[in-house]
């Protein structure tokens, strides 16, 4: 697991971060209990080994830059809505806080601005309109309202 030396420090802290998020949510979630705990294991598994890997060359730098955000996007999303159908009572800051998944969203959304420094030394002009913030908010947009559709149509 050699890194180029001028984007190793980033890919590093993307795989202790994706190894610190698999490693609590797999405290919360083991495999053993329930079939469905497998997915989110094996995504980070993937998270912690092989996405780091695709980082460190240009050819595949985009597959994993977009898998890193898609994997950020779709996590806030799932953890947001485990929050909503069991909010604390009585809802108050302490409880918001330190009884939801917040935390866990906030510790995801630094891997989104990591997996930017990398992609930004590959291609430091930039891809036009891909892969820009506004870019990753709209796609945020798009799957939480099609999850909250689907959420509703089908319970």
């Not at 190793?8 to 698999?22: A, V, Y």
Request: hydrophobic share 55%.
């Amino acid at each position: 697991m050699i890194f180029q030396k001028e984007i190793r420090k980033p890919i590093l802290e993307l795989m202790f971060l994706s190894l610190g998020g698999w490693m609590l949510h797999f405290g919360f979630h083991p495999i053993s209990g329930d079939p469905p705990n497998f997915v989110p294991f094996l995504i980070g598994l993937v998270n912690v080994i092989i996405t780091p890997q695709l980082f460190n060359h240009k050819k595949t730098v985009i597959i994993a830059y977009l898998f890193n955000g898609v994997g950020v996007i779709i996590g806030a999303i799932v953890m947001a809505t485990f929050s909503l159908s069991a909010l604390p009572d009585p809802l108050t800051f302490h409880s918001l806080v330190f009884r939801t998944t917040l935390a866990d969203i906030l510790i995801l959304f630094p891997k989104l601005f990591i997996g930017q420094m990398v992609l930004s030394h590959f291609y430091p002009a930039g891809l036009g309109r891909l892969f820009t913030p506004f870019w990753w908010v709209r796609h945020f947009c798009y799957l939480s309202i099609v999850f909250t559709l689907a959420h509703f149509l089908w319970r």
